[in-house]
């Protein structure tokens, strides 16, 4: 796995050696940040921007965003087996004063997190198996989260048939092989 672009393009980055983690493959990756920076319907800039992703695993999400400018990514990661590699991979783009790691459940971060932090990407990328995706949606609005002209990305299996609630507008609904991505806001 590697950065696709940015600051550290190229840099290759660790994956865990568990198979419970399911790293964001590149093609995806490449082609959601097509989507994200070269959509005629909505530009968005990722220089100065804040990050949350959620799940995060090895971190290649947020490093990507990391990479091409963001100003703050919030890691929330509470797989023990994971967390020493995305320490590792956020050490290797010198990302500590930008890069934050929370070990904790996405759920708790966000029923209570009350720091009014306001995000322009929220990403989320759960296991294939976790079916609560809608709580998660829930807790951002809820929250007010996402900043203004924030989009949130969700990564799920291409079978998932989760209803995005109608306070969401989806702007791109695309497969990858096993893969799905929406885009939201």
């Known amino acids: 796995m590697r950065i696709i672009s940015g600051n550290f393009k190229g840099k290759k980055i660790s994956l ?27 530009k968005f800039n990722l220089v100065g921007s804040n990050i949350l992703d959620l799940f995060s695993g090895s971190g290649s999400f947020g490093l990507e965003c990391f990479s091409r400018g963001a100003q703050k990514v919030i890691f929330i990661e509470n797989y023990k087996k994971t967390i020493p590699i995305l320490k590792k991979n956020i050490k290797s783009l010198n990302g500590e004063k930008n890069c934050k790691i929370i070990e904790e459940n996405c759920f708790n971060y966000l029923r209570n997190n009350n720091k ?10 759960p296991p294939f198996k976790e079916k609560n995706i809608n709580i998660l949606i829930d807790l951002i609005k809820e929250q007010k989260f996402l900043g203004e002209n924030g989009i949130i990305i969700i990564h799920r299996h291409k079978s998932d048939n989760t209803e995005i609630p109608n306070n969401l507008k989806i702007l791109e609904n695309r497969s990858y092989g096993i893969s799905k991505i929406i885009i939201a806001n």
């Open 16 to 42: 865990p050696y568990d198979k419970s983690t399911r790293p964001l493959r590149d093609l995806v990756k490449e082609s959601l940040f097509n989507i994200i920076q070269h959509n005629s319907n909505q």
């Open 116 to 125: 009014n932090e306001k995000f322009q990407i929220i990403f989320i990328d």
